[in-house]
């Protein structure tokens, strides 16, 4: 993976980036962002796209990328793999990459690179934005073609500007969240959330419940550590938005 570079003429994607905030900014719903998403990719020259939002143990995503991929994406659990999702971890500044650069890869990243090619997924460009509060995002823009991306030009500053916008408006919109890996409360977790959801103390749930409050507490805790919050507001925010309570 390499640092992408500048827009200097030619093969650019500024004005691109430019018509992806206009765009975007018109989007009502999540149907609505993947179908401007996926024209705008076209248009780009690129076959496909993926948006994906990190906090916590959710991601929000958005992709056109085939369902038989992303399911084995997530039965192989290669977010832990992936070099592109890795860099989204480790890097602020946007990045082509493709599936030839063996030499700094290892044996599982050649191996989940040979599969994305497969599909189709052979060389892109990733965009990653950071929004506070632990939160991170990244649009994706990949081809079949190997090195395709690094063809292309862009402003970095440009690039960045209009993914965040793009973020914040898919945050307003309240995509549903998936888990990175499947997530189980146990009946006293999911009880103690869903009463301290509706603003109920420890002691009050203690009553309530007929426990202790050590207890309500003991699984309060439980449920913000399976949930990956850090406050039992975004627990109860998740889990209510996974339709768990």
Known sequence: MRSFPHASGG?????????????????????????VLQNLAHEAGFEMFTYVSLQANTHKILSNYPEVWQQRYVDELYVSVDPIMLGLRYRSDLFAWSNTTEGRLNKQQRKFFAEAAEFGIRSGVSIPVRSGFGQMAMLTLASSEHGYAESRSITPSLAAAAVGQMHARIDILELKPRLHAPVELTPGQL????????????????????????????????????????????????????GLI
């Open 11 to 35: 093969r650019g994607l500024d004005q691109w980036f430019e018509h992806l905030i206009e765009q975007v900014s018109l989007a009502v719903d999540e149907k609505s962002v993947k179908i």
């Open 191 to 242: 009880t103690c959330l869903r009463w301290n959801a509706e603003g109920k103390t420890a002691d009050d749930i203690a009553d309530i419940e007929k426990t202790s409050a050590h207890n309500v507490r003991f699984h309060l805790k439980g449920a913000k550590r399976a949930l990956g919050a850090s406050t039992l507001t975004q627990a109860a925010r998740i889990a209510t938005i996974l």
